[in-house]
């Protein structure tokens, strides 16, 4: 079955960097689009980017564009999440997904596999 396993949170001052990973199993990793999703104590879980199959579209939510980037090699079933420039606001369980919808890749619903998640946490 399709297994998803997020590495890389931790704890950070303001300002500082993280690298999320996300190891896949299970599927053929180059036929998905992959995304990274975050949910914070007490709000709904929100979009933070996408990579399509083979890299080469990357998208990412207002509030992370210019401090995050997401990458993927397919050789190594991985796709990573570089954050930069973190903020306190920045805390939360980061998820990775697969996508196997195709019509907003922002949406929840376009995605049928996460992983368990890792927290970041960010102090001020």
């Known amino acids: 079955q399709v297994q998803l396993v997020e590495s890389g949170g931790g704890l950070v001052q303001a300002g500082g960097s993280l690298r999320l990973s996300c190891a896949a199993s299970?599927?053929?990793?180059?036929?998905?689009?992959m995304g990274w999703f975050r949910q914070a104590p007490g709000k709904e879980r929100e979009f933070v980017a996408h990579i399509t199959r083979g890299g080469g579209g990357k998208y990412y939510a207002d509030q992370v564009r210019g401090r995050f980037t997401i990458s993927r090699d397919n050789a190594k079933n991985t796709v990573a999440l570089q954050m930069n420039s973190l903020k306190p606001e920045d805390t939360a369980i980061y998820y990775c997904?697969?996508?196997?919808?195709?019509?907003?890749?922002?949406?929840?619903?376009?995605?049928?596999?996460w992983g368990q998640g890792t927290q970041v946490t960010v102090a001020s």
């Open positions: 299970g599927l053929t990793f180059s036929n998905y689009g």
């Open positions: 997904a697969v996508r196997t919808g195709s019509y907003n890749y922002m949406r929840n619903s376009e995605y049928d596999y």
